[in-house]
T-cell receptor, first 114, second 113 residues
Framework: GENVEQHPSTLSVQEGDSAVIKCTYSDSASNYFPWYKQELGKRPQLIIDIRSNVGEKKDQRIAVTLNKTAKHFSLHITETQPEDSAVYFC?????????????FGKGTKLSVKP | KAGVTQTPRYLIKTRGQQVTLSCSPISGHRSVSWYQQTPGQGLQFLFEYFSETQRNKGNFPGRFSGRQFSNSRSEMNVSTLELGDSALYLCASVKQTSTDTQYFGPGTRLTVL
């Protein structure tokens, strides 16, 4: 089955710096890759997602890139702010066949220091 | 539009007992997935229901079961609780397929003593 590896497990940056989180997946049939942000004591919330027919997607300070050949995708946060501090999870899913479940990475705890 | 709701929010049980958790998806959403979140294992997929049928299942023992009702509300049941079942149980609501965004509920925090 699918396996998603996420690195690093912790990341500390200064406010205003960029943060990059990387994930690799094992199932070449996966074609949907969302990123979730989870603040302490709260539910995971989708921040951006990408589908396999797209190589890059941006939403203000957040961008995701996908390399299907290498089976990895990355989250880029620019101009980080203290409110970006949270745990970020990447996930992979297949559309078609067995649907509806996300296989998550173990998460990255991002700390943004003012 | 109301979000995903889960009840109860907190539960304390003892080993050997059973528990039932409930999830109400966003109105119009037909798919509900369940996940277990623990510090050690992260977010792990339990099962997914669509139109009252289990459509997909993760690698959990048979003590974990679920069902979905005609109004798309879903319940999950854990029998013969073990200490290791202590976790945050999250359900996610999806309109129809995994091309749609999964919206998570606030979770049920289960503590097994």
């Amino acid at each position: 089955g699918e396996n998603v590896e996420q690195h690093p497990s912790t990341l500390s940056v200064q406010e205003g710096d960029s943060a990059v989180i990387k994930c690799t997946y094992s199932d070449s049939a996966s074609n949907y890759f969302p990123w979730y942000k989870q603040e302490l004591g709260k539910r995971p919330q989708l921040i951006i997602d990408i589908r396999s027919n797209v190589g890059e997607k941006k939403d203000q300070r957040i961008a995701v890139t996908l390399n299907k050949t290498a089976k990895h995708f990355s989250l880029h946060i620019t101009e980080t702010q203290p409110e970006d501090s949270a745990v970020y999870f990447c996930a992979a899913s297949k559309v078609g066949g067995s649907q509806g479940n996300l296989i998550f990475g173990k998460g990255t705890k991002l700390s943004v220091k003012p | 539009k109301a979000g995903v709701t889960q009840t109860p929010r907190y539960l304390i049980k003892t080993r050997g007992q059973q528990v039932t958790l409930s999830c109400s998806p966003i109105s119009g959403h037909r798919s509900v997935s369940w996940y277990q979140q623990t510090p050690g294992q992260g977010l792990q997929f339990l099962f997914e229901y669509f139109s009252e049928t289990q459509r997909n299942k993760g690698n959990f023992p048979g003590r974990f079961s679920g069902r979905q009702f005609s109004n798309s509300r879903s319940e999950m049941n854990v029998s013969t609780l073990e200490l290791g079942d202590s976790a945050l149980y999250l359900c996610a609501s999806v309109k129809q397929t995994s091309t749609d965004t999964q919206y998570f509920g606030p979770g049920t925090r289960l503590t097994v003593l």
